[in-house]
């Protein structure tokens, strides 16, 4: 099933779609009246690629350095290949220490790797605490968005469920009502919870220190409360220093929602305190995590999507993800920059999404690390098609036009035939032609002369 | 199949380890150009309302007129801070005589967990950053960390002296490889996940006032 078939659904509500499609355009607006308050944002954003650029050249020499910091200051560190790997780390760490109750924010990492289902089937109960996760954790659903990750859900739904969930009131939709009840449940939850599992947004070096940025504090108290803390970090997570932060931070909010920065920014690097009640010592460990991500490294054409810094923007901005929605990508990361990072995964389930694309442009204008977004889409298409994962149909079709493209004779002969016999066919045929093009909109009606006749008559009729 | 799999002992982690810093050496690309770096901006003429702009989009309120020794008089709370049974108050930042001091369950806390629910807390920045309104702040003790987090009401008292213009001159200001943890705190807790309707209280403080005081 490809993006089309799986956007049908979201598509066929066109009160959904409209609301959807604004409401993102509207956080990009967002995104614009910030990026316009800091005169230095463009080169901001050249400090961040160049960043990164280097980062990439030197990630074992950096991931050593962080190591040996964190290590030294208290924190155990430990590396996972894949996601497998991944989940059984984890698990090992809550099975030892005993723990049946965790609360994770916000991390899509973890949800890369599908380590809810991993510990769900030891009987391990997670509890995501993030609101928008937890609705759709709630709704048995992946988020939408990697960082508004409900927004695909109306006020209405949200009542619904918290109404079954929670026993809320039939019918309450306030979003203020249903943020309380909400809280309440997961404070309880953080009081209960023996560990708690985070992402990293980014790692220092230099210092050894994770940051982590949520609006909602749900990563700090899960942090704070549980004495075991578990943060899972992807292998492009890192910069040299802590001075490093300083841009990416101050791209990172305003681009993601318009912010000036996000509610909590915080730096971890030990154990937390202990809080002196003669509990067994807090402790801290950080998972490292590969899982395709060296491969990427390796392609020169896709490698500077690690330089990707999750803030959304790109989905934000994208016509095709803003009237498609993140459940038809298929794929944990939606949008622009997850049909660049799905292929590399799984070539043969994500060869469509590359095509899920209007090559616009607008996703490398925003991206704060200056991803070449639509380039690399563009480059996935021949990939993909070269590697054979394109449908038989499609391969057809461009080997057709390939020869009639490139011989004008057969250009011209070609064309008049098609115009003859598409202006005798019912418009219903034709737009079955069209394949998913024409699924939803006609097709325009075709002229009786071809472009170069139109100008040819003009150059005549001209004094 | 991972060795562990294969021989069922445990595994330390460095196959993985070398593993993949091997991958790592084997796939880096060549050094990136050089790049330029961005300047610190300068302080803005008029840091004040540029602080209270940015902290207001954030949620939080700044209080600008109050002194070291009437400020709980200028907070814009639900109730005066001396009606609230639980307070926790970073060390030097009390103020008795306007009801804010230690108080309730936060005095015999034994974990973290027993200062929930707390009224009010009261921290004191080691600085402001005045684009985007963000305190840093270096907890004292894990029962610091918790009570910003579980009071319904943040306070922060801040200093002129200790307002940097922007997050570049933030960062050489920390000693952040001798910090366990440390915290830009910018607003109350917020969320917007349903219909992008903005929430305050989320799941911390529900109110957050950075008073700024003169030195
Ligand atoms: S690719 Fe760029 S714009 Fe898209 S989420 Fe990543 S950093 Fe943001």
New interface residues.
Partial sequence: MGHVDRARDFVANTERTTWHDEVLWFVRAKRDAAADTLPEWEALRDEAAGIKRDVLGRLPELWRRFEQEATAAGATVHWARDAAEHNRIVHELLRTHDVKRVVKSKSMLTEECGLNPHLEAQGIEVVDTDLGERIVQLREEAPSHIIMPAIHLKRGEIGDLFHQEMGTPAGLDDPDELTAVARRDLRARFLAAEAGITGVNFAVAETGSFVVVTNEGNADLGTALPRLHIACVGLEKIVPTANDLAPFLRLLARSATGQPISTYTSHFRAPRADDGNGGPPPELHVVIVDNGRSRLLAEPAFREALACIRCGACLNTCPVYRRSGGHSYGSTVPGPIGSVLAPSQDPARHAELPHACSLCGSCSDVCPVRVPLHHQLLTWRSHLAESGHHPRRRRLAFRIAARVLSNAGLYDRATRAGRWIARRLPSRWLDRLGGPWTRSRALPSIPAESFHQALAAREEERP | M?A?EKTGRKVD?DD??S???A?????????????????A?AMPDDPTSLLGA?LG???GVLVTNASATDWPTHLDLPASPAAFAHVHCQAGTALPEHGVASRGVGLE?????DL?PLDLCVLEAEFS?V????SWHV?A???E??AA??AEHLVILTRRSRLVA???Q???R?T??H???????????????????L?L????PRTMHLVLLDD
Avoid at chain 2, 23 to 39: H, I, N, S
Avoid at chain 2, 109 to 113: D, E, G, T, W
């Fill in positions: 991972s562990r982690g993985a380890r593993e993949i810093l991958r790592l050496e084997a796939a880096a690309p060549e050094p990136g150009e050089p790049f330029q770096r961005v300047p901006p940015r989009q954030n949620g806390a034994k974990a973290v967990h929930s950053v684009e985007n309104g963000a907890p003790s894990a029962l960390r918790g987090l579980l922007t997050l570049h933030a960062y050489p920390m952040l490889g910090t366990g943890f440390g915290w830009f705190l910018s607003g109350p807790s917020k969320t917007a996940d349903i219909e992008q309707a929430v209280g989320a799941h911390g």
